[in-house]
Antibody
C-alpha cells in the first residue's frame, strides 16, 4: 500500500525559505496528482498547489509568487519551496496524493510536518 | 475564490445519535463537464485528513456506510446516521470545481 513520508526543516526565521520533500513508497508515481496542503494553527485547511508526474503545476494564487512545487520521478519524490516566509506561514504542512480527473480525490496523505516561523 | 461555509462549527452529539453538517458554496460547484467536485474529509485528532465522500455522495473505499453525502449546486450535507466514538474529529467540505481548491472552516464533532 502506498505510503507518503515527508521531511524538512521545522523551524524557520522570517524571510527564510521553507523546503519540504515528500517520498512516495510502495505505489506508482505516474498517473496521480501530488498536492501540498497546510493547516495553520486554529484554522482550516488551505490548498497550496499540485503537480503531475510530468511536472505540470497548479498553484493557489494567494501563494503563487512564493511557491514552487517540483517533482523528481527518478526518486519518486516531490517537493515544496515557499520563499520569504512570515509568521502567517506557520502551519502543519501535508503532502498528499490525488486521483481522479483533476487529482481531486485526495486519498493518501503524509504524516504532516509542523513548520514554525519565528524570530 | 469560492468560499465554502460550514454550519455548525461545533456539533456535540450523543453516541448512537445522528449528526448532520451543512456546507454552502459561494457559487455553483457544477463543473463544465457536468460533475460536481464536492468532497468531505475527516480529520481525527493528531492524524492527517481522510477522504470520506467525493462528488457529493460517493463513499470512498473503506468508509462506513453510516456516512452519507447529499446536495446539489451550492448546498451540501454530510450525515452520520449513528455517531460512533471513532467519529470524533473535524470535518471539512472541499471543492475542486474551480482553482484554487478551497475548504470549509471545519466542523468539530465531539461526544456529549
Amino acid at each position: 500500500q502506498v505510503q507518503l513520508q515527508q521531511w524538512g526543516a521545522g523551524l524557520l526565521k522570517p524571510s527564510e525559505t521553507l523546503s519540504l520533500t515528500c517520498g512516495v513508497y510502495g505505489g506508482s508515481f505516474s498517473g496521480y496528482y501530488w498536492s501540498w496542503i497546510r493547516r495553520p494553527p486554529g484554522k482550516g485547511l488551505q490548498w497550496i498547489g499540485k503537480i503531475t508526474h510530468t511536472g505540470s503545476t497548479n498553484y493557489n494564487p494567494s501563494l503563487k509568487s512564493r511557491v514552487t512545487i517540483s517533482v523528481d520521478t527518478s526518486k519518486n519524490q516531490f517537493s515544496l519551496k515557499l520563499t520569504s516566509v512570515t509568521a502567517a506561514d506557520t502551519a502543519v504542512y501535508y503532502c498528499a496524493r490525488g486521483a481522479g480527473i483533476f487529482g481531486e480525490l485526495i486519498s493518501r496523505w503524509g504524516q504532516g510536518t509542523l513548520v514554525t516561523v519565528s524570530s | 475564490d469560492i468560499v465554502m461555509t460550514q454550519t455548525p462549527l461545533s456539533s456535540p452529539v450523543t453516541l448512537g445519535q445522528p449528526a448532520s453538517i451543512s456546507c454552502r458554496s459561494s457559487q455553483s460547484l457544477v463543473h463544465s463537464d457536468g460533475n460536481t467536485y464536492l468532497s468531505w474529509l475527516q480529520q481525527r485528532p493528531g492524524q492527517p485528513p481522510r477522504l470520506l465522500i467525493y462528488k457529493i455522495s460517493n463513499r470512498f473505499s473503506g468508509v462506513p456506510d453510516r456516512f452519507s453525502g447529499s446536495g446539489a449546486g451550492t448546498d451540501f450535507t454530510l450525515k452520520i446516521s449513528r455517531v460512533d466514538a471513532e467519529d470524533v474529529g473535524i470535518y471539512y467540505c472541499m471543492q475542486a470545481t474551480q482553482f484554487p481548491w478551497t475548504f470549509g472552516q471545519g466542523t468539530k464533532v465531539e461526544i456529549k
